[in-house]
């Protein structure tokens, strides 16, 4: 029916409406009803193109990091009272798409069966001496080949980041692998201190009995916090 009336609606500036209709078996109440809800239709199409631009260029102002709740907010707050399912609706046919925060994953996970080592730091983040005193973590990185895991032993005499070691994954061989590196290369004394958190790779027996084998001293700090209080961070220094 559409169809024909849009035909009817084309033709009607060379042959008279009724005539149109009478040919097509089309009654006229039809066509004008037709008539009246194409020109609706065309009205919310004009009046979606507008918002549409308007989200557009707020969606751009915000970096491409605004999605349905803060663009609806911004209208809001510009004096349009605009539904947010027609926002959403709007935002979704043309493809605009806000930045989803991802959710923090946190790597420390306590081995429940593990006994830690005591804290021998105490919250005393100086030494006199490189070599005497490490601390260590596990950090992510977003790459082209996926997410890739750092491991990194800090000296507390140099600030320098004396060891590290980068996998695909976060088990015990990755910060084994990391202490083997700061034991190569920068001499740590017998005894020397390794301190962490509590996190099942620093409480495996893998790491410990590494440890062990250099004849170096573990230390454990707080889950999750190897330097145990924002106040007391560092900063890095890479090894040349």
Not at 6 to 14: P, Q, Y
Not at 187 to 194: A, H, K, N, Y
């Given at each position: 029916?559409?169809?024909?009336?849009?035909?009817?609606?084309?033709?009607?500036?060379?042959?008279?409406?009724s005539l149109l209709c009478r040919v097509l078996h089309v009654a006229r109440s039809s066509y004008y009803a037709w008539h009246e809800g194409e020109a609706a239709r065309r009205r919310r199409q004009a009046a979606?193109?507008?918002?549409a631009h308007e989200i557009?260029?707020?969606?751009?102002?915000?970096?491409?990091?605004?999605?349905?709740?803060?663009i609806h907010a911004e209208l809001r707050r510009l004096g349009q009272g605009v539904n947010r399912k027609r926002i959403a609706r709007i935002m979704r046919e043309r493809d605009i798409r806000g930045v989803t925060r991802r959710k923090h994953h946190s790597l420390t996970r306590p081995e429940a069966k593990a006994k830690p080592a005591p804290d021998l730091i105490g919250r005393d983040f100086h030494a006199e001496?490189?070599?005497?005193?490490?601390?260590?973590?596990i950090t992510y990185l977003s790459t082209a080949e996926g997410w890739l895991y750092l491991a990194c032993?800090?000296?507390l005499a140099t600030r320098e980041v004396v060891g590290y070691a980068m996998a695909d994954h976060h088990r015990a061989e990755?910060?084994?692998?990391?202490?083997?590196?700061?034991?190569?290369?920068?001499?740590?004394?017998?005894?020397?201190?390794?301190?962490s958190d509590r996190g099942s790779e620093y409480t495996s027996t893998q790491f410990c009995g590494r440890i062990r084998e250099l004849g170096l001293r573990q230390s454990c700090g707080r889950t999750g916090s190897c330097f145990d209080c924002?106040?007391?961070?560092?900063?890095?220094?890479a090894v040349a």
């Open positions: 029916m559409s169809g024909l009336c849009r035909f009817i609606h084309t033709e009607k500036a060379n042959y008279p409406i979606d193109d507008a918002l557009t260029v707020l969606h751009i102002a915000s970096r491409k990091t605004y999605g349905v709740p803060r001496r490189p070599g005497t005193k490490l601390v260590g973590d032993w800090l000296d990755l910060v084994a692998d990391a202490l083997d590196m700061a034991h190569g290369r920068s001499g740590l004394e017998p005894g020397c201190v390794i301190h924002e106040d007391d961070r560092v900063p890095l220094r």
